[in-house]
């Protein structure tokens, strides 16, 4: 191999898509998923209906639900909760400080995450959203209205932006995306949260 090829294979280096943050109700609705690129390491998103393109995302809510499922395969299932809606969480044996984490925190709690949301269809044609967890912190209630804050501010920010953006067109065309509805979100979001 030349040397100039050698060096070029050793600098290539992988850098870590910043986390998004987005309610649980966008979260939600979200139905699009692609890859960009065609190489295996390749990075895969969610379109958002608000046009934000997500590898990783950041939310913070309550933990309802934690349940710790299988034997040889262990795993985490967890249920967080913002003002919107649920956000499903899972971790796994490829997730170990994550696990490790969400075996420290009681249902009740509230928390912080980090992760890779994944869309998902059923056999019944019904779709369903999770999140790999990266990194699950206990925070108390203040710092989860902070984030609730931060969140409504981007999201109102992406919503102002609609249209002017090649990804925002594209979520225009998949989702007919209705803006009022989404401004409505953030509004009861904002209220439910005391800010």
Same mark, same amino acid.
């Given at each position: ?11 290539? %280096? ?8 987005v309610f649980a109700s966008e979260?939600?609705? %979200? ?5 960009? $690129?065609?190489?295996?390491? %390749? ?17 913070? $809510? ?48 509230? @928390? ?24 699950? %912190? ?10 609730v804050d931060d969140t409504a ?32 979100? @953030? ?9």
């Open positions: 191999m030349p040397e100039n090829q050698k060096n070029q294979r050793q600098t290539v %280096s992988y850098v870590r898509e910043p986390a998004k943050r979260l939600r609705e %979200s139905r699009l998923q692609f890859k960009d $690129g065609s190489d295996e390491k %390749s990075p895969a998103y969610v379109m958002l209906p608000t046009g934000e393109r997500c590898n990783r995302i950041f939310f913070c $809510g309550q933990m309802t639900q934690k349940e710790r499922r299988g034997d040889q395969n262990m795993f985490y299932s967890v249920r967080v909760t913002d003002p919107t809606g649920i956000f499903f969480i899972n971790a796994g044996s490829y997730q170990q400080d994550a696990m490790q984490q969400i075996s420290q925190i009681e249902p009740g709690a509230y @928390v912080a995450v980090i992760g890779k949301p994944s869309i998902r269809e059923t056999d019944d044609g019904s779709v369903f959203i999770t999140i790999r967890a990266e990194s699950v %912190s206990e925070i108390d209630l203040e710092t989860c209205r902070i984030w501010r981007l999201t109102l920010d992406r919503l102002d932006q609609f249209g002017n953006t090649d990804d925002s067109k594209k979520a225009d065309q998949f989702y007919n995306t209705n803006i009022q509805g989404l401004r409505e979100m @953030v509004y009861n979001a904002l209220i439910r949260a005391d800010i």
